[in-house]
């Protein structure tokens, strides 16, 4: 997700502006369908805006926009995700989930479970995090998507002490020692780093050098295999 770089809406100096973004088609036949009666096209240029602000890090002036297209068009998904995704990256994590699950209930997918999952985490509640992560696992979306629900979860389990069951959870993910894409070298870090913390530091070097096999500067690996002898 995209780093938050808070600079409120308002603050842009005079003259400057946001470049207004092509949204897909099937999201704009969607808001029109569910905006406010004559209020579509007021809507889609504020999403417009805010999915911009949130590609250039701007969480905080994309989750101004976002909510002001919320409130031209309550009932669209895409609006409810947008603005989920930019609360996520500000840190405000209970209106994010609030907004994430609007999404997912409107939308029935699954495809944002790592994003609930991850601010159930953060306001005290992990143990919620496991079933998103199920669901996540066996729903038609993409893989990175499953992985990511996946790593949260783990976290979760992880951080209650739960060593074998997170390491269950990550083992149904496929990866192979050949690949290490982005969402791959997550998996395998936080993998090694639950192996770690369960006292097999073996194996969790061996991860580590997989790691770094694919990427010399991923994450503090580095740092860790030398902390690890």
Same mark, same amino acid.
């Given at each position: 997700?995209?780093?938050?770089?808070?600079?409120?809406?308002?603050?842009?100096?005079?003259?400057?502006?946001?470049?207004?973004?092509?949204?897909?088609?099937?999201?704009?036949?969607?808001?029109?369908?569910?905006?406010?009666?004559?209020?579509?096209? #007021? %809507? =889609?240029?504020?999403?417009? +805006? !805010? *999915?911009? $602000?949130?590609?250039?890090?701007?969480?905080?002036?994309?989750?101004? /926009?976002?909510?002001?297209?919320?409130?031209?068009?309550?009932?669209?998904?895409?609006?409810?995700?947008?603005?989920?995704?930019?609360?996520?990256?500000?840190?405000?994590?209970?209106?994010?989930?609030?907004?994430?699950?609007?999404?997912?209930?409107?939308?029935?997918?699954?495809?944002?479970?790592?994003?609930?999952?991850?601010?159930? #985490? %953060? =306001?005290?509640?992990?143990? +919620? !995090? *496991?079933? $998103?992560?199920?669901?996540?696992?066996?729903?038609?979306?993409?893989? /990175?998507?499953?992985?990511?629900?996946?790593?949260?979860?783990?976290?979760?389990?992880?951080?209650?002490?739960?060593?074998?069951?997170?390491?269950?959870?990550?083992?149904?993910?496929?990866?192979?020692?050949?690949?290490?894409?982005?969402?791959?070298?997550?998996?395998?870090?936080?993998?090694?780093?639950?192996?770690?913390?369960?006292? #097999?530091?073996?194996?969790?070097?061996?991860?580590?050098?997989?790691?770094?096999?694919?990427?010399?500067?991923?994450?503090?690996?580095? /740092?860790?295999?030398?902390?690890?002898?």
């Amino acid at each position: 997700m995209p780093k938050p770089a808070p600079r409120p809406l308002r603050g842009r100096p005079a003259g400057s502006r946001v470049r207004r973004v092509s949204l897909p088609a099937d999201l704009v036949d969607e808001l029109r369908r569910v905006a406010r009666r004559g209020q579509a096209d #007021r %809507a =889609l240029a504020a999403l417009g +805006r !805010a *999915v911009e $602000l949130l590609g250039r890090g701007d969480a905080r002036g994309a989750a101004a /926009e976002a909510a002001r297209a919320k409130e031209l068009a309550p009932r669209s998904a895409a609006v409810r995700e947008v603005l989920g995704l930019a609360l996520y990256s500000s840190g405000r994590y209970r209106e994010a989930l609030s907004e994430m699950q609007a999404y997912r209930r409107i939308s029935g997918r699954s495809d944002q479970n790592h994003i609930i999952a991850d601010c159930l #985490r %953060a =306001l005290g509640k992990p143990e +919620r !995090a *496991v079933p $998103l992560a199920e669901e996540a696992l066996t729903a038609p979306i993409p893989l /990175e998507h499953k992985a990511e629900a996946a790593i949260v979860a783990a976290a979760a389990l992880r951080d209650q002490g739960r060593f074998e069951e997170a390491l269950s959870l990550l083992r149904r993910l496929p990866t192979r020692e050949d690949v290490g894409t982005d969402w791959v070298l997550r998996v395998w870090y936080v993998t090694a780093d639950i192996l770690e913390r369960a006292g #097999r530091t073996e194996e969790a070097a061996r991860v580590f050098r997989r790691i770094l096999r694919h990427d010399q500067a991923a994450f503090d690996v580095a /740092e860790r295999l030398a902390q690890l002898g």
